[in-house]
């Protein structure tokens, strides 16, 4: 497999936006919904993901081009993808119960259920498959971080406005959520004659 | 070779991770020393930061009830957080009521050490210690009462409230297999801190009071804690109402003692029930102090005198008696001790004669 010599911006600005990790691919959804009440938190939580994602897609790649091919172990790579992200959550969470104590009771449970958010698991899988160089790979993490962030931020400012408005009783909840991410991910996906990325 | 190479590989990674989260968390969970000032410059701790409340009051000898071990699953561990705590969290909230949350009580399990903090703890809880104290005394007070003086290590001390209890841990004897533990109240005053005297009526088959009665001799060695409870004298009233009925009369003993002893100018009443006249014990005590002091006023009262006894004092039930000498409860006192019949039945006298609830303090022996 060679490396697709695709720029590593328009791999950026593409898991941004067309190719973003929950609305078009569906990955992370669990606290995309659980933790898109409140505006606040959605951006705090979206900060961690972006800060894990870029954290653990480097160490990742590092660790899967310099141990894990060389040693010829690619069919443990779950493992050590998955060992790494969990070292990692671990660490930012010390991090963030030092730094910034509020979002992290805010966020409670779902700060160390990053480390099985599939959005992050994804992104390494991903970047194997596809064969990313290093820059490719940081952007894309980086890309994907923040367009995950960007998703749960918007989509909270709208459940922040939709709590606050009259709605049909029977769309209360999840039903509205879920009808707002699939109008999101339509509105993601008008930007693909611009760029898109597999 | 691969299966090797696979668990080095993988053991190498994960030590690798290991150690870098132990250099994170050496690092990040370093909040140095932290000052807990307790109760408003009372006692200050110097911890280091970073364990839990609980934890760092215990290893300054701060034992805060505890049952499941910092685990947030008992509750008991509530301390009020004046300052430094952090927001609630919701391990927490099961376990708070709405007041509580108001006045900032905490978990003390939960609350992490991050900087100086505030707390209040009740007086009584850092007083709690552990003794292994040796009986210098038993002394037979009643056919089914017996009075322990039990001594402390040399340079040992207690400090308590008159009206306070202690728990005896009793060891495993013939057929007890497990250890067990009671409580009962201190009847000696608390100027006399270097040991504590306990009356212990026998109960038939009770596992500590047969312990107790039966296998603990002068010279033995029983492993105590305390002080607990909250049954002490409060001293906004001038007017105090006594009752006891039984060994009830051990934490009432204490607080008249603590009261004379003190000479604090109060006025007491103190009623005390038994069934016949040989269920009386320190009636020279009492007497002498009633012959001796205007104010303190002693009524033995029995409910069934033998034709023996030739009694001539007062019979009937206790709450027959209150009813008799106490006309208006305006401002005073109550400190009941004694079964719960008879102090749930005192507490219905006491409340027609104006007594306000608050002020009738007890403690049910069961």
């Known amino acids: 497999m060679s490396a697709p010599q695709i720029n590593p911006f328009i791999i950026f600005f593409a898991s941004i936006i067309t190719s973003n990790m929950v609305l078009s ?26 800060l894990v994602m870029v954290f653990t897609t480097v160490i990742n790649f590092v660790i899967y081009k310099f141990v894990v091919v060389p040693l010829g172990i690619e069919y443990l790579r779950y493992v050590v993808f998955i060992i790494v992200i969990a070292a990692s959550v ?95 991910a339509l509105a993601f996906m008008g930007f693909s004659g611009i760029f898109v990325i597999q | 070779m691969e299966i090797l190479l696979t668990i080095i590989s993988i053991t190498g990674i994960s030590t690798v991770l290991a150690v870098l989260i132990i250099i994170a968390e050496k690092f990040l969970n370093n909040y140095g020393e932290c000052e807990i000032d307790i109760n408003e410059g009372d006692r200050s701790l110097k911890v ?32 009020k957080v ?71 290590k040399e340079g040992e001390e207690i400090k308590f409230k008159a009206g306070q209890y202690m728990q005896i841990e009793t060891k495993p004897y013939e057929k007890v297999r497990e250890k067990a533990i009671r409580a009962y109240s201190i009847s000696s005053a608390p100027s006399d801190n270097k040991a504590v005297e306990l009356i212990i009526r026998r109960v038939p088959g009770g596992v500590c009071t047969t312990y107790m009665h039966d296998y603990v001799k002068v010279g033995d060695e029983v492993r105590i804690t305390g002080p607990y409870g ?28 603590d009261i004379m002893e003190k000479g604090l100018d109060k006025k007491m009443i103190f009623i005390f029930g038994a069934v016949s006249k040989k269920d009386l014990y320190y009636e020279d005590f009492f007497r ?74 007890y403690d049910k022996f069961s």
């Open chain 1, 25 to 50: 691919n569906f990955l992370g959804m669990c606290s995309f919904i659980s933790v898109s009440n409140e505006f606040k938190t959605a951006s705090g939580l979206g900060k961690a993901v972006t």
């Open chain 1, 90 to 184: 671990q660490i930012i969470e010390l991090a963030m119960d030092r730094f910034l104590p509020d979002l992290y009771i805010k966020l409670g449970i779902f700060l160390p259920l990053i480390t099985v958010n599939c959005a992050i698991l994804g992104i390494s899988l991903f970047m194997v498959i596809r064969n990313y160089n290093f820059w490719q790979t940081l952007l894309f993490g980086l890309g994907s971080g923040l367009g995950w962030w960007l998703a749960i931020s918007a989509l909270a400012a709208i459940r922040e406005k939709t709590g606050k408005s009259k709605i049909p009783k029977g769309l209360e909840g999840p039903g509205l959520t879920f009808i707002i991410i699939g109008l999101m």
């Open chain 2, 82 to 152: 004046m300052e430094g705590a952090g927001p609630l969290l919701p391990t927490e909230e099961p376990y708070l009521t709405p007041e509580e949350r108001k006045d900032g009580v905490r978990l003390s399990c939960q609350v992490k050490v991050k900087g100086n903090l505030r707390v209040y703890i009740p007086e009584e809880l850092f007083n709690i210690s552990e003794y292994i104290a040796t009986v210098t005394e038993i002394n037979d007070m009643t056919h089914d009462i017996k009075e322990y003086r039990l001594e402390f």
């Open chain 2, 288 to 361: 002498k102090l009633d012959e001796e002091n205007e104010k303190f006023t002693y009524v033995p009262c029995l409910s069934r005198p033998e034709p023996d006894d030739k009694w001539e004092g007062e019979t009937g039930l206790v709450t027959e008696v209150l009813g008799k000498y106490v006309k208006s409860g305006e401002g005073m006192h109550a400190y009941l001790c004694g079964s719960p019949g008879m102090i749930n039945a005192c507490v219905d006298v006491l409340v027609t004669t104006d007594f306000s609830e608050e002020k009738i303090y």
């Open chain 2, 230 to 257: 909250d049954f002490y004298m409060r001293d906004d009233s001038d007017e105090y109402v006594l009752m006891a009925g039984g060994s009830g009369l051990a934490p009432i003993k204490s607080l008249v003692m």
């Open chain 2, 48 to 79: 280091e930061g970073g364990s839990s409340l609980l934890s760092s009051l215990a290893a300054n000898k701060i034992f805060i009830p505890s049952a499941c071990g910092g685990k947030a699953t008992c509750g008991l561990c509530k301390v």
